[in-house]
Structure formats: structure tokens, C-alpha cells
């Protein structure tokens, strides 16, 4: 079990950042949300950098192009070589596979776009993890959770079965209680069905 901790969450509205929000909240942990509606907006980074900054773990879960990436960059500055401090980075199972699905990108125009940024944010968790000591970094790649996003590529894949995303959320929390035993650096999740051929 964790002990008490300070985690900052962005993207807590909806979604996997509202039931990582409840999962840590549940087991008795401090959360600090990071949310447009709550006027932190991650294309901002230096204003959630300012805040978080006696936190003990970050989970930079919103997505807005290549903030993510911007923010994991002013986070890592902000907290290299401080000890037992963590960066979760979610990002997606897109960019494992492009073309298993049958997904042409004239017809999920959103499709390149949205992959390009997560493969952005994969490639500086990878590079900065082999640059600093701590924090730590770890990414999560998920795919297809019952969430708006998948919604829009359900249109393209009729048969794809949604993960729900307190069951992806407790898979997380899982992975960071275990910290001090190992250090889960890449984290892929996603569901049984996920790389079938979709429905005609």
C-alpha cells in the first residue's frame, strides 16, 4: 500500500484522469487537479509546474497536440536529481499499430495528427529517461478505453470492446504501488480484441 502521497493529476473532468482522481482519492492520497475548468490549461506548463512542484508523482494524462510533451520537458527540469519523483505519461497504443485495424487516414482525418503527438511524447519519455536519474519516468501506452476519444475511432471500428477506465486506472495504480520493488518504465494496455479486423 502507498503511503500517503501528493499526486498531481491533469485532465480530472472526465475520462481516465477522473478515476485516477478517485482511485488515489479512495486510498487516501492528496490529489491536485489540473483542469481548463479550473483555469489550468497544459498548453501552460509552466503554471502546473509551479504548482506541483512539492508533489511526489505526476500524471500528465491531458492531451493537446504536443503539450504533453512540453510539460513532461518542464516537469523533468523542474524535478531532476530530487529523489522519489515520478512522471506517469499516458499515451496511446496508436503508435504501436498503424495499419492492423484497416484505418486509412483520409477517413480518421484525426487519425495522423493524434498519432504524431503521442509518438512524440514516447520518444522524450524514452530519450529523458536515459538523460536524468530521477525522476522517473514511466509511459503508458493504452488503447481503446470507454471514453470520448474511442468513441470517434469506434466509428471506424465497429466490433472494438472498450476497456472502462477504473479497471485501467487500478492497473496504474498497481504498477506505482509496487515502485520500491521494481519500476515499471512502459506500461501497454489494451483490449483482447483490440488489433481484429474491423466489422464491415
Request: proline fraction near 4%; charged fraction near 20%; aromatic fraction near 12%.
Amino acid at each position: 500500500m502507498l503511503k500517503k502521497l501528493s499526486i498531481g493529476i491533469t485532465g480530472t473532468s472526465k475520462g481516465l484522469g477522473l478515476s485516477l482522481k478517485q482511485k488515489f482519492l479512495s486510498h487516501g492520497h492528496e490529489v491536485l487537479e489540473f483542469n481548463r475548468s479550473n483555469g489550468y490549461d497544459i498548453n501552460n506548463p509552466a503554471n502546473i509546474v509551479e504548482q506541483v512542484n512539492d508533489c511526489d508523482i505526476f500524471i500528465n494524462n491531458a492531451y493537446s497536440g504536443f503539450a504533453q510533451v512540453e510539460l513532461l520537458y518542464a516537469l523533468t527540469q523542474q524535478w531532476e536529481n530530487i529523489e522519489h519523483r515520478y512522471i506517469i505519461n499516458i499515451g496511446s497504443e496508436r503508435i504501436c499499430r498503424w495499419n492492423v485495424a484497416g484505418l486509412d487516414w483520409k477517413d480518421a482525418p484525426r487519425g495522423p495528427a493524434y498519432r504524431t503527438h503521442k509518438l512524440a511524447l514516447s520518444e522524450s519519455v524514452e530519450y529523458l529517461y536515459q538523460q536524468v536519474a530521477w525522476p522517473k519516468l514511466m509511459l503508458v501506452n493504452v488503447g481503446a478505453m470507454d471514453t470520448t476519444p474511442s468513441a470517434y475511432w469506434n466509428e471506424y471500428r465497429k466490433n472494438l470492446v472498450t476497456m472502462p477506465c477504473d479497471q485501467v486506472s487500478t492497473l496504474i495504480y498497481n504498477s506505482i504501488d509496487q515502485r520500491d520493488q521494481y519500476f515499471i518504465s512502459e506500461l501497454s494496455l489494451r483490449p483482447t480484441n483490440f488489433y481484429k479486423d474491423i466489422s464491415k
